[in-house]
């Protein structure tokens, strides 16, 4: 059982920056991929941003490439998000999730991730 809580969402201004962090329990950490999605209201869960168990490779959505940043500290069993030039569109509530062992590549697909966090309130105002 694996269990994620994300934090540091809030209100910011459009251009600002906002640094989300997830905490996952447990001592496998270092043995899995990690994700980052978000879900506007009325619309569906979307990808935005991965990373492979070492932190050597990453993959983004095109909404978000060259403004947010994903990293991981194994050591501290933490994934961030570091999101810069925020938009208002990318106010929705962000998500970290673990990915299944096993997996290897298609890491915009929600089905293969297996825990989930409770989401964070990301607001970007105009």
């Known amino acids: 059982q694996v269990q994620l809580v994300e934090s540091g969402g809030g209100l910011v201004q459009a251009g600002g920056s906002l640094r989300l962090s997830c905490a996952a329990s447990?001592?496998?950490?270092?043995?899995?991929?990690m994700g980052w999605f978000r879900q506007a209201p009325g619309k569906e869960r979307e990808f935005v941003a991965a990373?492979?168990?070492?932190?050597?490779?990453?993959n983004y959505a095109d909404s978000v490439k060259g403004r947010f940043t994903i990293s991981r500290d194994n050591a501290k069993n933490t994934v961030y998000l570091q999101m810069n030039s925020l938009k208002p569109e990318d106010t929705a509530v962000y998500y970290c999730?673990?990915?299944?062992?096993?997996?290897?590549?298609?890491?915009?697909?929600?089905?293969?991730?297996?825990?989930w966090g409770q989401g964070t309130q990301v607001t970007v105002s105009s």
């Open positions: 447990g001592r496998t950490f270092s043995s899995y991929a």
């Open positions: 999730a673990k990915r299944r062992l096993g997996y290897s590549g298609n890491y915009p697909l929600p089905s293969t991730y297996d825990y």
């Open positions: 990373i492979n168990w070492s932190g050597g490779r990453t």
